[in-house]
């Protein structure tokens, strides 16, 4: 593994490698694999781990850089289109609004995240694309949860920050003392015990059933005597 240089500037050095001599990227075509740019063989080809430029985190640098440099060569046709990449980008566009804040995004925030589903029906997403442990499109979950940061950040603050959001088990949760009950656990308690007392009285009227059996026994036996 190559350890002089770090991933990024390995990178940019491999992106100045491929311009052609019209200045643009017309070599990066020996480096598609399926209309993408094969990741795993430039990060060999670099010298570094296969998943260099594949890494599940939006805080990779590298990863980041890479998403940037393939998004850059969509828009300049030389490489394939994704249809999701290109319908976040239209959804991206219509959300930041003429004044760029991002304000109609807000529309679109359930607790401390976007509303996934609400998004994927909406802008017509692959579901499958940006959902799950293991989204079908790892480039556009990426560019997904940066997207989220960016409007979690406090430049724009659409989406509540994670550490502030008390969920609604927490929220139904009261705060009593300790030892003490909640006014639904009393409620539960007393129609229990308002149950009990009538199974008792029930008992007791059978038990005087009995007790007037076994007093016609008795006065037999002293009878016979």
Do not use: C
Not at 71 to 78: A, E, F, H, K
Not at 87 to 98: C, I, Q, T
Not at 181 to 195: P, Y
């Amino acid at each position: 593994m190559n350890e002089a240089k770090t991933k990024t500037e390995l990178l940019t050095d491999w992106q100045t490698s491929i311009i052609g001599q019209d200045g643009k990227y017309e070599l990066v075509k020996d480096w598609l694999l399926r209309g993408k740019l094969n990741r795993d063989a430039i990060a060999k080809e670099l010298g570094l781990e296969p998943t260099a430029f594949n890494q599940a985190s939006h805080l990779d640098e590298a990863t980041k850089m890479f998403d940037e440099f393939a998004n850059m060569l969509r828009q300049q046709g030389i490489i394939k289109i994704d249809v999701n990449i290109k319908r976040f980008d239209e959804m991206a566009s219509k959300l930041a609004g003429d004044d760029g804040k991002y304000l109609a995004a807000s529309d679109f925030v359930s607790g401390s995240k976007l509303n996934r589903k609400k998004i994927i029906e909406e802008f017509g997403i692959g579901k499958k694309a940006i959902t799950g442990k293991r989204p079908e499109n790892p480039e556009l979950a990426r560019i997904f949860n940066r997207f989220e940061d960016m409007l979690r950040s406090t430049e724009f603050g659409i989406i509540p920050p994670i550490d502030t959001i008390i969920t609604k088990k927490e929220q139904k949760k009261p705060n009593l003392p300790k030892g003490a009950i909640s006014q639904k656990e009393a409620a539960k308690l007393t129609q229990r015990i308002l149950e009990l007392e009538s199974e008792n009285e029930a008992l007791k009227g059978n038990y005087g059933r009995f007790s007037e059996v076994a007093e016609v026994y008795q006065r037999l036996e002293q009878m016979k005597k």
